[in-house]
């Protein structure tokens, strides 16, 4: 799995927008019910205009978003509400490569700016 944080221009100064979970096709374990990612993760960055959108992703929404308290320093996604967002789709969850969360939403979960950093 690698993570990789996307960032553009907002009110002139560089944000970060997406945070992209990539994996291979096959290899994601799509059987669990969450599965959890460190905020803290090393991640790579990229410009927006570096997205790749011939990749097939899934955008994971704030309410796909959940806390478990027994693991600080995550957030989690509900995987069965992704599973039936493809199936809505008719596409096969097996053949996603990429989740893409908005930042403002991790944010908005944490209830912090963890993504403060802004690079000038």
């Known amino acids: ?3 990789t944080v996307y960032y553009d221009y907002m009110e002139e100064k560089l944000a970060p927008i ?3 979970v990539g994996f291979r096709k096959g ?3 799509w059987s669990k019910n969450t ?4 905020v803290d993760a090393p991640f790579q960055r990229q410009g927006a205009e570096d997205f790749h959108s011939d990749t097939l992703g899934l955008s994971v929404t704030v309410g796909d978003l ?5 693991k600080p320093g995550k957030f989690g996604i509900h995987l069965p509400s992704l ?5 809505t789709a008719n596409v096969d969850y097996w053949d996603v490569e990429q989740l893409i969360i908005q930042v403002c ?3 908005e979960l ?3 700016n963890v993504f403060s950093e802004r690079i000038a």
């Open 1 to 3: 799995m690698k993570i």
């Open 18 to 20: 997406w945070y992209v």
């Open 27 to 29: 290899e994601f374990d």
């Open 35 to 38: 599965l959890y990612i460190p």
């Open 66 to 70: 959940t806390l478990n308290h027994e």
């Open 83 to 87: 599973r039936q967002r493809a199936a």
């Open 105 to 107: 939403d991790i944010e």
């Open 110 to 112: 944490l209830q912090m």
